[in-house]
């Protein structure tokens, strides 16, 4: 079933593809055209105006090429990797990312939970997850902001969050103190593509690609979001028994264990 929503989830995506993305792209290449055409005219004129003119060009270019990337990625649905990782200890590791990704005017805290339970996930792709979410709560922090992030143990009842099944979960949560969601945009936030953000600031990828890899790991996402207050966004991820998966994986290694 998640396989088939993630098709369903593709196919919509190469549906919205000619109106959404094509049209971006285009915006992008005629800032890229309209710098060099303007820059040719003044190849003559200062020299700090070609510059800019050229600074222009190689900007829309640049985002262009971000652009394609993305999509090229989520196309490709690059193969999973996954394997047994506390995820404490992944996050712990992004710190430094983060600090980076947030700038100065927006502080970051962890609250880490030291006896999380394992999960079974690609870590680029966790990594990936929590990037794209931290990148989204500072689009939606203007000046100064907060931004937590925390794991913790939960067990939970089927449907608890979305089409959970019962069980044990490692939650991770990513808090901002930003603008929040209205209900539509917050009814929306996982489609492929929706974005509410400038040409060539958002692809609308971000959110749907955490629900992709949320689906596969056999867990969940949750949005709780309020207007002018901020946005909670939280991964639920099965438990994993240690010992379980890295055999389950290694029919080879299990094998000569038995002999
Ligand atoms: P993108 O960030 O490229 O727009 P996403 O799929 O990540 O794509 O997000 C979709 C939309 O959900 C955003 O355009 C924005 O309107 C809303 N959104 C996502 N994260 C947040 C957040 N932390 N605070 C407020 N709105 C958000």
Redesign the pocket.
């Known amino acids: 079933a998640e396989a088939q929503l993630r098709q369903v989830q593709k196919m919509e995506a190469v549906g919205q593809l000619t109106g959404g993305i094509a049209h971006d792209f285009n915006n992008m290449l005629a800032v890229v055209v309209g710098g060099i055409d303007l820059a040719r005219r003044r190849l003559d004129g200062p020299r700090r105006e070609v510059m800019a003119h050229l600074t222009n060009a190689m900007e829309g270019a640049t985002r262009a090429a971000a652009l394609t990337r993305r999509l090229l990625s989520f196309a490709r649905s690059e193969p999973l990797l996954p394997e047994r990782l506390d995820a404490s200890i992944l996050l712990a590791g992004m710190n430094e990312l983060l600090d980076r990704t947030l700038g100065e005017r927006i502080k970051v805290t962890t609250k880490l939970a030291e006896d999380a339970w394992p999960v079974f996930v690609d870590p680029h792709q966790l990594e990936n997850a929590i990037l ?2 931290a ?3 500072r ?2 922090m203007d000046g100064t902001g907060k931004l937590t992030i925390r794991t913790h143990n939960r067990k939970l009842q089927a449907n608890a969050v979305g089409d959970i099944r019962a069980g044990e979960y490692l939650v991770i949560q ?1 808090k ?1 103190t ?4 209205t209900a539509e ?1 917050r009814e ?5 593509f ?4 400038a040409v060539g ?10 629900f992709g890899f949320a689906h596969q790991s056999g867990g969940e996402v949750g ?1 709780e ?1 309020e207007v002018g207050k ?2 909670t ?1 939280s991964i639920y991820l099965p438990r994993t028994e240690a010992q379980a998966s890295n055999v389950r994986t290694h029919p080879a290694m299990q094998a000569k264990a038995e002999e």
């Not at 929306?188 to 492929?192: G, I, K, L, M, V």
């Not at 929706?194 to 953000?197: D, G, N």
């Open positions: 794209n979410l990148v989204n709560a689009d939606a990513v901002d930003g603008c929040g969601m945009v929306r936030a996982f489609e492929p929706f974005t509410t953000k600031k958002g692809t609308g990828l971000g959110l749907s690609q955490i949005i979001s901020g946005t966004v």
